[in-house]
Structure formats: C-alpha cells, structure tokens
C-alpha cells in the first residue's frame, strides 16, 4: 500500500479561508492569470500561483511539473498586507521584477535561494521560511483524485454535500474545515479516501490475476513470495525538496 504517501497527506498545511478573486503584481498591476491560494489562517492577504500549481504555507508557489518555486502575486494591491510574498518583489533587488513572477533559485547553503538566475547567488541572496508545505486547493484536490464541493457556509446544506468517489461525504469535509482551518480533520478525511482507494486497487489486480498464477508448478518449491513493501506506489512528500529545486521558471505573465 502506498502508506508512506498516505501518512504525508496527513502533513499537509490545510487552511482554507475567504479570498479575493483578483490578484495583483508588487507593482500593483491586476494580474488575471493568477488564483488566489487559501488565505492562511491570521493573514489579512494570500498570495497567489498560476493555475493547476501549488500553493506554500510560505507564500511561494511550486509548479509540480518541475519541482521549481517561484514567487507569484498577492491579493493585496498594495502587496503590502501580511500575507503577501515578500520575496523579490522590489526592482532594488538584484534580479527581482515587481511587473511579474520571478522564479527562485537554490544557492549554497541548503535554503538560501536567489532571484532569477543562479549568478544573483553572489549577488543578493536570501532564506525563506521552511519547511513550505502545502497547501489544500483545486490544483492539490485534482492530483490526489478529490472530487468535492466546498461552501462558504461552516454547515453547508444537504444540496453541496456531494460524494466522494468511495462514499465519503464531502460536505462533511467542508463543514468541518472550510473557514476554520482544520488540517487534521481534512488529512483524516483524505486519508480514508486513499485508503479506500488502495483496497479497491489491490481488489482489482487479485481479480484480474488468472487462477493458479502464483501456484509453483513443483511442490518442492513452497509457497510464492509475499508482495514487497511499496510495491504499489511510490511515496510523495508534501514538503518542497530545496536540492532538486534548480531550474529557472518560465511561464506567460
């Protein structure tokens, strides 16, 4: 079973709150392409990643295509508000561009990081908080395979509570978290939900083996090898890896 990739889940920094829906550049140029990550919790701002990415409890952003950080928007217009990403955001700083999202390279030592390019290194480095983890959006939600329906209510009515692919109520998951941030009885949640989905997973490859096939032709031999730890799946840390963190990152503003 994929137990360590379960019990990471459970690591997950789940804070869901109300957000903006527009988001600006430290500059304080609208920027539409970007959506606002959950606003952590006694944060008066969010910051905010280019769709399909995740969302850091430091207010950086990862592409989960790559494995790179990068600093994005902020719903503050004044990117000024606690909250906002306060990482090269200033034309002052060497490499920075506060008209648009400047990705982070890792420098020497572990968790010193430059703007841009890794020769700012020599030039203007800095630390950021760590460990990042996670946080819980849509981006998060499509990878694990969640399918849920969140309200801004913290009782939400019998019409949004939608199921779960294996039976567990979503409207219970938002009742219970969304507002309030609740990141253990999420990660209870989504927790039980993979491991419904493993069970279904190891049903389905026992049906579809032919009968016989772990039968040793010669008694001699005994019985067959039980399957090996991790066999079906590979583990996946929530937290961000800072050495595999090295290429520059490139999207459209």
């Known amino acids: 079973?994929?137990?360590c990739k379960i019990l990471?889940?459970?690591s997950l920094a789940i804070e869901i709150a109300g957000q903006t829906t527009t988001c600006y550049w430290p500059n304080g140029i609208a920027n539409t392409a970007a959506k606002p990550c959950p606003t952590p919790r006694g944060k008066a701002a969010a910051a905010c990643c280019f769709d399909n990415h995740y969302c850091l409890t430091n207010g950086l952003c990862m592409d989960p295509d790559d494995d790179t950080l990068y600093r994005g928007a902020c719903t503050d217009?004044?990117?000024g508000a606690e909250g906002c990403p306060k990482y090269c955001d200033r034309s002052e700083i060497s490499?920075?561009?506060?008209?648009?999202?400047?990705?982070?390279?890792?420098c020497e030592p572990p968790a010193v990081y430059a703007c841009g390019q890794p020769n700012e290194c020599l030039q203007a480095n800095f630390t950021i908080e760590q460990p990042g983890k996670i946080?819980?959006?849509t981006a998060v939600e499509s990878d694990l395979g969640i399918t849920a329906t969140a309200t801004s209510s913290s009782t939400p009515s019998s019409s949004a509570?939608?199921?779960l692919n294996n039976g567990i109520s979503a409207g219970a998951a938002a009742g219970?978290?969304?507002?309030v941030g609740v990141p253990l009885a999420i990660a209870v949640v989504v927790l039980s939900f993979l491991l419904v989905r493993e069970r279904k997973k190891v049903k389905a490859a026992e049906a579809a083996t032919p009968m016989g096939a772990f039968s040793s032709p010669d008694p001699k031999y005994g019985p067959p090898p039980p399957w090996?730890?991790?066999q079906h799946g590979n583990a996946v840390s929530p937290e961000v890896p800072t050495a595999t963190l090295q290429a520059r990152h490139e999207l459209p503003q």
Do not use: C, Y
Not at 95 to 106: E, M, V
């Open 1 to 3: 079973m994929q137990i």
């Open 8 to 10: 990471s889940v459970l």
């Open 77 to 79: 217009s004044k990117f």
């Open 95 to 106: 490499g920075a561009d506060p008209g648009r999202h400047i990705g982070l390279w890792g």
């Open 135 to 137: 946080m819980l959006n």
């Open 161 to 163: 509570r939608t199921e």
């Open 176 to 179: 219970i978290g969304v507002g």
């Open 228 to 230: 090996a730890p991790g």
